[in-house]
């Protein structure tokens, strides 16, 4: 029985890990949309400091969330090796 729950826990934590991922995706793919639409909106200035900031934001969370991702399913893989 503790074989089954240990699964089902490391399942668990799996996919935590992908939804955590997706979410930090959606966060940078946000980003880059409300940075586009800045420009859009201010074609006489199409480069400004929000905009810049957003488009360095959304590159920071998708490495962020990759990584996230990368270190818990290393980790998942390590102690199911034990």
Known sequence: MKDIKT?????RTIL???RTLLSYIRTSLVCISVAFAFIKLDKNN??????ITLF????????LGTIQYLLVRYKVRKISDE
């Not at 699964?7 to 399942?11: F, G, V």
């Open 7 to 11: 699964t089902l826990s490391k399942e």
């Open 16 to 18: 935590a890990g992908t």
């Open 46 to 51: 199409p480069i400004d400091w929000l905009t």
């Open 56 to 63: 360095v934001f959304a590159g920071i969370f998708f490495a």
